[in-house]
Structure formats: structure tokens, C-alpha cells
């Protein structure tokens, strides 16, 4: 009895093992040329064919069957074949992309951040952003791109000095519409690679969203990239970017005195301020005087894995209200990821030097893999946490 309990059971585990597994998940998702080739959607969202087997008619199906075992057995032998992408980890977010796209030189765009001009298309697919005080009460944007390409960016705005000090950290080329007399002069001091929406034919006035001149105009990385090419500026940067973890990793793994944050503001002035409320997935939703920030055209929703906050020092320099921020100095912050905090100190030693943000240790900080950004502060504005 026992000996025909034990050949039963072998022929069990025979039969089972023979069974096809049609409704098992991919266990290793397969890429060729940066796209997925596992039956996932394709670039236009139709649903990719897996097998194209299932669309043939009963006649094709007939004629098949005798060979089906065979096939089978066949497939059985062969190994799950896997082309491995060329990845690099970008120096700008950690990220993991085809090497070609970390090879391009870094873009820095400025956006408009006017209420009338919100909201900003392509800010999603930015690697760092920074948001600085203008002409009172408003802030702007300067976007950083390198490795995306976004088919529509803006409402793009004008130039301020202290913006080229941080876009030359990247040896960026710097995209912008007009500027202040100050900036403008020193665009050409630093010898910059420029494009400016007043002279290039790179821009368009975008009026589909309801936005008005000097709100609504836009550019696309295409254009960008053509103009950098024609205009005969390198097509790579020379830089030093951040340091990165591998995966997410919280700061009190690190540092004792890290703080919760979970919910954050920076109050710039009694008419505007940021709000960032910490998520489960180890991000940072990202609001604007209350209302979740959205991507224009890409309709996604900004979060942020890294907030670095740094605190300069501020000057009124003319009747326009323009201002001067003293970002080459030495100053304080605040380091916020994964729901912590901690205090740090930031130093930066000439106009082309990078910033360096260093924790109590004197050490530069290490950032999570995903979208950074800067919130430059003055003395004027608070944060609470």
C-alpha cells in the first residue's frame, strides 16, 4: 500500500511539473533599447502583443496541434534570453539611465513661477530644481535637465545673476528669456552657452492654457539640443554631481540627531509659500500656496525625494525691487529625505565651484535616488517643521 502511495505521488509531482504556467508573472522584466518588451504598453499606451500565437484563427490552431508537445519540449530547453541595458547612474539624481543620456551636457532652464504662468510644463522630468526669491513676492525656478527630454518646458522666463552661479556648477548650458541688465552683461563675462528666447527661434508663445505674454513661452529639449549643436557648444559637461545611496536610506540610520519631517513649510513672504507632506513611498508631495503642483503637460503630480534648504543672505539692489543673493559664501540649512532632518552647512568658493552642502561632520551630504530640490532661502523667509 505504501509503495503504490509513494509511485502516485511521483506521478503527481511529474504531471506538475509538466504543467504549462501560463498565468505566472515574468520574474525578470526584459528591456531592449530602453523599452519594455514584456507585453507592457507601448510608447503610443496600446497594449504590447506577448505571444502572437493567441491572434490566429481556428484553422492555423488545427494544424498546429500536433506540434504543440514539441514546441513545448523545445521551449523548455531554451533560457529566458535578457538584453541588459548600458546604465549609468546619473550624477544628477541617482537614477539608473542609458549611458548616451548621461552623456549629454546639462540644460538649466528658467521657469516662470508668476501665479498667472502656473502651471510649469516639463518640470517633472527635471533632475534638480532650484526656487529662489525675484522681485517681491514672487520666486522662480531653474530647472536642471540631463538626462530627460521633454517635448514641451515652460512658461520659460528671464535671467538673474545669481541663477548663473548655480548653472555653472553643472557647466550647463543656460536657457532663458531675456534678463536683467546685470545678468544679461554677466552672461557674457562667464562666458556662458546661452540661448535666449529674444533671439533664438527655439521658443514658441504657447496660448492653448490660457496663459498671456510674458507667461506662455515654451521650448522643447529637441530644440534645445539642436541649437546646442548649431551654436557649436560641447555636447557634454565637465562637473562634479552629488552623491547618491544605492536604494533609499533614512538619515537616522546615519546621524542620531535626525529629526521627524513630515510635514514642511517655507514661508517666503506673507504672500507665498511651499508646503512638502512626506509620503509612504519615501517621497515628498509638493504644494504651492496650498494646491498640489502638477506638471502642465505631462500631468504629473511634483514630488520630491531630496529637499535641501539653504539659507543666504538677501539685498534689495534697485527701484525694481531685484535683489542680490549671496550664494558664493558660507551659510546654513536643512537636510530633509525619507521623513527626517538634519541641520547642515553649505560653502561655496567661487562663481564655478560647486555648492558643497556638508552635515555636522563636515562631510558631504548623501542624497536618495529621485528629484532634489533646492529651496534657497533669505533671512526674511522661516521654515517650520
Known amino acids: 500500500m505504501l509503495r503504490k502511495l509513494i509511485i502516485l505521488m511521483i506521478i503527481a509531482l511529474v504531471v506538475t511539473s509538466c504543467s504549462p504556467k501560463a498565468d505566472e508573472p515574468d520574474k525578470v522584466q526584459e528591456i531592449e533599447n530602453g523599452e519594455d518588451v514584456t507585453g507592457g504598453e507601448d510608447s503610443e499606451g496600446n497594449e504590447g502583443d506577448i505571444d502572437d500565437s493567441d491572434n490566429n484563427d481556428s484553422v492555423d490552431n488545427q494544424d498546429s496541434e500536433g506540434e504543440d508537445q514539441e514546441d513545448s519540449s523545445d521551449e523548455e530547453d531554451q533560457e529566458d534570453e535578457v538584453v541588459m541595458i548600458d546604465g549609468v547612474i546619473s550624477p544628477l539624481s541617482g537614477i539608473l539611465f542609458e549611458r548616451e543620456q548621461t552623456e549629454n551636457r546639462p540644460v538649466s532652464i528658467m521657469l516662470d513661477n508668476h501665479p498667472s504662468a502656473r502651471w510649469q510644463a516639463g518640470i517633472s522630468k527635471a533632475e534638480v530644481v532650484y526656487e529662489c526669491e525675484v522681485e517681491y513676492p514672487y520666486t522662480r525656478y531653474m530647472a536642471v535637465f540631463m538626462c530627460e527630454a521633454p517635448e514641451h518646458i515652460g512658461p520659460v522666463r528671464s535671467a538673474r545673476p545669481y541663477y548663473l552661479r548655480y548653472a555653472l ?32 527661434g527655439e521658443f514658441w508663445r504657447y496660448y492653448k492654457t490660457g496663459k498671456e505674454i510674458p507667461n506662455n513661452m515654451y521650448t522643447a529639449m529637441e530644440n534645445i539640443r539642436s541649437a546646442q549643436s548649431y551654436l557649436k557648444y560641447r555636447q557634454s559637461g565637465d562637473f562634479e554631481g552629488f552623491k547618491f545611496n544605492e536604494e533609499l536610506a533614512g538619515l537616522d540610520s546615519l546621524y542620531g540627531d535626525a529629526v521627524d519631517c513630515i510635514d514642511l513649510k517655507i514661508i517666503y513672504n506673507k504672500s507665498y509659500a511651499v508646503d512638502y507632506e512626506y509620503s509612504s513611498d519615501g517621497d515628498y ?54 521623513g527626517k532632518c538634519i541641520d547642515i552647512t553649505w560653502k561655496k568658493d567661487s562663481y564655478r565651484s560647486k555648492t558643497m552642502y556638508l552635515d555636522s561632520r563636515d562631510n558631504e551630504i548623501t542624497l536618495n535616488p529621485g528629484q532634489t530640490w533646492i529651496q534657497v532661502i533669505s533671512q526674511n523667509s522661516s521654515v517650520e517643521f
Not at 534697485?318 to 537636510?335: A, E, K, P, Q
Open 285 to 338: 508631495k509638493r504644494y504651492v500656496n496650498g494646491e498640489r503642483q502638477l506638471d502642465e503637460y505631462y500631468e504629473e503630480k511634483i514630488n520630491a525625494a531630496n529637499i535641501i534648504i539653504q539659507k543666504v543672505n538677501k539685498e534689495v539692489v534697485d527701484n525694481y525691487g531685484r535683489i542680490h543673493l549671496n550664494t558664493v559664501s558660507d551659510g546654513t540649512g536643512y537636510f530633509i529625505t525619507d
Open 169 to 200: 556648477e553643472y557647466d550647463s548650458m543656460y536657457v532663458h528669456v531675456g534678463g536683467s541688465q546685470e545678468a544679461l552683461g554677466t552672461i557674457v563675462d562667464y562666458n556662458m552657452a546661452d540661448l535666449d528666447g529674444l533671439t533664438s
